[in-house]
């Protein structure tokens, strides 16, 4: 199974400042990786896929960048409706995928 | 707009089975690969299978001996079943549709989930 490490666990960063959450896969996955954001309460919602396309309708402020095993989600520019928990999953090992343990956003 | 929604039981006895359905409005076809997944509160995300519209279905090797996935065409419906629950399996379980095309395999469209506590 490939196991997927996002660190930090809690990241605390000001509105309007630039967040940077790191995924890191335990063996290479070449670039299938997608992101996901999930508010308290709501199913998650596709952000970034192929690790750095964005999905319909994700704004500009939201990039993706890595391949092989370590991987990025950069928010340029933090607005109050991004803060949220975010989870990197794999899906090189399709069809089995997994996910990260998640990283929250939180406002400092 | 393709939507999915969650039924089926909040509470389910230890040992017994966790049943559940999603039903998809606005396009329930071929091509999509339909699948479930699973949050314990406060916690991550974890693949439970998938099925597509013939029936075919892939498990996650750490419940594949007490998940079944069915699918029911005429009626718009994916079903869940696990077996011989647990604590353990008490979480929010969501539908979603996974879109595969190239090398790409999204999750794009998902229900709004329910929670199964599994208690006597």
């Known amino acids: 199974e490939i196991v997927m490490t996002q660190s930090p666990v809690t990241l605390s960063v000001s509105p309007g400042e630039r967040a940077t959450l790191s995924c890191r896969a335990s063996q290479s996955i070449s670039s299938n990786l997608a992101w996901y954001q999930q508010k308290p309460g709501q199913a998650p919602r596709l952000l970034i896929y192929g690790a750095s396309s964005r999905a319909t309708g994700i704004p500009a402020r939201f990039s993706g960048s890595g391949s092989g095993t370590d991987f990025t989600l950069t928010i340029s520019s933090l607005q109050s409706e991004d803060f949220a928990v975010y989870y990197c999953q794999q899906y090189n090992n399709w069809p089995s995928i997994t996910f990260g343990q998640g990283t929250r956003l939180e406002i400092k | 707009q393709v939507q999915l929604q969650e039924s089926g039981p909040g509470l389910v006895k230890p040992l017994e089975t966790l049943s559940l359905s999603c039903t998809v409005s606005?396009?329930?076809?071929?091509?999509?690969?339909w699948n479930w997944i699973r949050q314990p509160a406060g916690k991550g995300l974890e693949w439970i299978g998938r099925?597509?519209?013939?029936?075919?279905?892939d498990y996650n090797p750490s419940l594949k001996s007490r998940v079944t996935m069915s699918v029911d065409t005429s009626k718009n419906q994916f079903s869940l079943k696990v077996t011989s629950v647990t604590a353990a399996d008490t979480a929010v379980y969501f539908c979603?549709?996974?879109?595969?095309?190239?090398?790409?395999?999204?999750?794009?469209?998902w229900g709004q989930g329910t929670l199964v506590t599994v208690s006597s």
């Open positions: 979603t549709r996974e879109d595969v095309w190239g090398s790409y395999r999204l999750f794009d469209y």
């Open positions: 606005g396009g329930f076809t071929s091509g999509y690969y």
């Open positions: 099925i597509d519209t013939s029936g075919s279905t």
